[in-house]
């Protein structure tokens, strides 16, 4: 092993307090105009995300249909208070605001909590660790220019599990993480990518975002209750219910809005409530991963196999902690390195490897040029919701609620895919020239994934 | 302190030999537990059972913080209640023993590793990915 690539070990990088350069906490906002002040990790993130206030706040980078979300709510809450409040007050109980107000209070808490979060995302590897991890595949012996595995397998709990490689992190994925193309991150026991709520749902906010839902189905039904009894008790005594319309015209708004969301909410929350008691994710549940269709004997090796246990362990375990340290400060001489991480570790893959990486120097960097330079071509598509598809292909799936989409989806989950990897398939080909193997073939035998996050990687591994 | 100093004159000064990876074990499943079989470039540097008593300490540690134990159902039950809001003023269970092994790694790193020309980071640093072991060359610490 070549040590000349290597950097020397900057002190600031090390958990030792060494405070050279003296990083000025919070007193520069501003850290690009002068070089010489350290910057922030948050600053150099490979990933589609964006960060406010200093790092503290970070959404993805399509929010999707938070606002209308939160409008939506904001905007439900807002006319029960006004027009059905003072009736309901005046002839039933002022308990009624209060309940209200506090189920609001809760709901945009949650919401906001789910959005602002970091869903657990995995920081990408270190060149250094890449390198490593490329060594240790190509050990594995071919001399021929066959694509070496790109999975891994561990035993869990007596039960066999892929881990897969991610092209984008350059590092095998630990179980049940997934990399969500929309955000370009791996994220950690990945559930789903939400667009109502403009983010990913992983292991550090998926207890917000299952509050959420739960707290927002109180909220709706109970919206949706008072309005029904509003509009009763005014309707009583013969004078129709077009004339309580009429009088309470805000009523009218809300019903409709309370009657179209209320049962896909619930439906949602009951979904819910059956993946957390069997400790799965929407992504495994989607995927099949643990029902049985891909052999006997597969159970799902996370189930504490007690409905009790596997609710506190989802929704009452430590909170994690963020791994990716945005408000943490470069090492100076890293902040170069991580901006051309793509491009650079291509060019160090090319120094470590002897034969496979004059091909991979010459076939990368073309790739890389004439693909997206986030090497989004070769992230694989985990992610259930259509969303992608969404919004750049026309999708037959296309629905409105994340519950519809995961019913509908389980029947279509393999057509949204293929939108964008007959896309990102027809780029490399234009780039590469090279005849493509079908997508349904996976290219290299050694790496028969059920899933179709190997397709997307099937058409790329020819170049490794 | 130093030896602290040590430690810091042989970081700006020392070359990095190579660099070990300890990856995690997956065998429990997604608890953060590293693999503690002995890395073979460590050999010449320090003994196997040393090593392993380093990750294993760290992998009990970590079995400490994800623990699910009655105060951390308490601590949920609360956090929700609240709208997890306490979140944004408490620090958690998790976040102070992994203070607690910054100080272990430090401590380790001080007494055991860095008088054999070694670096443990700390995997927090990596995303809790890997246990990264930093070899120097053995010339800079024969000053």
Redesign the interface.
């Known amino acids: 092993?070549t040590?000349c690539e290597?950097?020397?070990?900057d002190?600031q990088?090390?958990?030792?307090p060494?405070p050279a350069p003296p990083p000025h906490h919070g007193n520069d906002r501003d850290k690009r105009e002068e070089p010489k002040r350290p910057r922030r990790k948050w600053q150099v993130f490979p990933g589609k995300n964006r960060f406010y206030c200093d790092g503290r706040i970070m959404v993805a980078r399509q929010s999707g249909v938070l606002p209308l979300t939160l409008g939506l709510i904001v905007i439900t809450s807002g006319l029960f208070f006004i027009f059905d409040c003072p009736f309901l007050v005046k002839h039933l109980t002022s308990c009624i605001p209060v309940i209200g107000g506090g189920l609001f209070?809760?709901v945009v808490?949650?919401l906001l909590?789910t959005s602002l979060t970091d869903p657990g995302i995995?920081?990408r590897?270190?060149p250094?660790?890449a390198a490593?991890i490329e060594k240790q595949i190509d050990n594995t012996g071919n001399a021929s220019y066959r694509p070496p595995p790109r999975t891994k397998e561990?035993?869990?709990?007596q039960q066999v599990?892929k881990?897969k490689y991610c092209f984008s992190c350059k590092?095998f994925r630990?179980?049940?993480t997934s990399h969500c193309s929309l955000c370009d991150n791996c994220v950690?026991?990945f559930d789903h990518h939400c667009p109502w709520v403009g983010n990913c749902v992983g292991k550090r906010n998926y207890?917000?975002f299952y509050?959420f839902i739960v707290s927002l189905s109180f909220l709706t039904a109970f919206i949706f209750g008072c309005v029904t009894t509003h509009l009763a008790l005014r309707a009583q005594g013969g004078k129709g219910l077009v004339f309580a319309l009429q009088e309470s015209p805000g009523s009218a708004v809300e019903l409709v809005i309370c009657f179209f969301s209320v049962w896909s909410i619930l439906g949602l929350s009951g979904f819910h409530t059956y993946l957390v008691a069997s400790n799965l994710t929407t992504n495994e549940d989607i995927k099949g991963s643990w029902s049985g269709k891909s052999g006997e004997g597969v159970t799902n090796?996370?189930s504490h196999k007690n409905i009790f246990?596997n609710c506190?362990?989802v929704?009452?375990?430590?909170?994690?902690?963020s791994?990716?340290?945005r408000r943490g400060f470069l090492p100076t001489d890293e902040s170069v390195q991580t901006a051309g991480a793509g491009i650079g570790l291509a060019a160090k893959s090319e120094i470590n490897v002897g034969t496979k990486g004059l091909l991979e120097s010459a076939a990368l960097p073309a790739l890389l040029s004439t693909s997206c330079p986030q090497m989004k071509p070769q992230t694989a598509y985990t992610c259930p919701d259509s969303s992608p598809a969404v919004n750049s292909d026309p999708s037959p799936q296309l629905s409105t609620s994340c519950g519809a989409r995961h019913t509908a989806s389980s029947q279509g989950d393999t057509s949204p895919p293929r939108h964008t990897k007959t896309r990102s398939k027809k780029r490399k080909l234009a780039a590469l020239n090279i005849p493509n193997p079908s997508f349904d073939v996976p290219v290299s035998p050694t790496s028969p994934d059920a899933g179709p996050s190997s397709k997307a990687r099937g058409s790329f591994t020819p170049l490794h | 302190m130093a030896e602290t100093h040590s430690l810091q004159d042989m970081r700006q000064q020392a070359a990095v030999a190579a660099k070990v990876f300890i990856q995690r074990d997956y065998t429990k499943g997604t608890v953060c537990q590293f693999q503690t079989k002995f890395p073979s470039e460590l050999e010449t540097r320090i003994d196997k059972q040393q090593f392993e008593e380093t990750v294993q300490t760290l992998n009990n540690l970590y079995a400490e913080a994800e623990k699910l134990g009655s105060q951390s159902y308490v601590e949920g039950c609360l956090a929700c209640l609240t709208a997890y809001t306490i979140f944004l003023c408490m620090e958690t269970h998790y976040e102070k023993v992994l203070k607690k092994i910054a100080k272990y790694i430090q401590e380790q790193n001080d007494k055991i590793y860095a008088p054999r020309g070694l670096l443990l980071t700390d995997p927090i640093e990596r995303g809790l990915r890997v246990i990264e072991v930093t070899i120097f060359e053995d010339r800079s610490l024969t000053r």
């Not at chain 1, 990088?13 to 030792?16: H, M, R």
């Not at chain 1, 929704?315 to 902690?321: N, Q, T």
Request: glycine share 0%; proline share 17%; aromatic share 8%.
């Open positions: 092993m040590s290597y950097q020397q070990i002190p990088a090390l958990p030792t060494t209070v809760f808490i949650t909590q995995l920081p590897a270190t250094d660790e490593d561990v035993l869990i709990n599990v881990l590092m630990p179980p049940r950690e026991r207890r917000f509050t090796p996370y246990i506190c362990s929704l009452c375990a430590p909170m994690p902690p791994l990716i340290d």
